[in-house]
């Protein structure tokens, strides 16, 4: 069976404006298609299980006070544009970091469309951008895991959830990471993919002293 819009919204219990987001998210997502490579062609018929689905099991994982979200190489939106619609009722902060100029007015649009009030595009690199310490931090096929985790440690405080869906490789990048990381480390599996992962870090350090981190600044 077909899995869609409405065996989504029946799955994760969604509101009906939740939904309308979603699929204004939807729209927008199939129109820049067309004419720009947001995500795999071959993705684009089972989109709603293979990247609406695969992420919105994310926001389970949210602790209940998180406020602020970090979105790292946001690309087509995903995570980031799931969990900002999941995240409206709650009041939930989005910053999308995407350095990428087509993918960046990509995102502004669909921001636009599903009427975020609380999400924002950074159409910068990770590494020139400035932040307050947000609650949480994702991002999803962007890097090895040592990778972002430095990535995320220029925005991260003791405070701070990483959540990071990983595939197949996931305990070959934990064994490295370790050995520059000090981290606590929950694993759940993916609803999605046989054998891959979703990490939940919290605590990370860096291993043989402090790294320096950029200023921070307010949002």
């Known amino acids: 069976m077909t899995y869609g819009a409405e065996e989504f919204a029946a799955e994760f219990s969604v509101s009906r404006e939740t939904m309308d987001r979603l699929k204004a ?6 129109d820049w298609s067309a004419r720009h490579n947001l995500i795999a062609r071959s993705t684009i018929e089972d989109r709603w299980e ?10 389970a994982l949210i602790p209940a006070g998180a406020a602020s979200l970090v979105d790292l190489g946001s690309g087509a939106g995903f995570p980031g544009l799931v969990l900002a619609a999941m995240g409206v009722e709650r009041g939930l902060a989005v910053s999308l ?15 636009e469309a599903m009427r975020l009030s609380k999400a924002r595009v950074l159409p910068q690199r990770i590494e020139s951008i400035t ?16 990778k972002l985790l430095g990535y995320a440690h220029e925005f991260a405080i003791e405070k701070t959830t990483i959540i990071l ?20 480390v929950v694993k759940h599996p993916s609803l999605t993919s046989p054998g891959s992962t979703i990490l939940v870090i919290r605590h990370l350090l860096p ?8 200023s921070r600044k307010s949002p």
């Open 25 to 30: 998210y939807d729209g927008v997502l199939l």
């Open 50 to 59: 293979r990247h609406y689905r695969d992420c919105a099991q994310l926001y």
């Open 97 to 111: 970091v995407e350095s990428i100029g087509k993918k960046a007015a990509f995102l502004s649009a669909a921001v």
């Open 131 to 146: 932040l307050s310490p947000p609650d949480i931090v994702t991002a999803r096929a962007l890097a090895q895991l040592d």
């Open 165 to 184: 869906p990983k595939g197949q490789d996931v305990e070959a990048e934990l064994t490295l990471a370790a050995k520059s990381w000090h981290m606590e």
């Open 207 to 214: 291993k043989g002293g402090s790294m320096p981190r950029k």
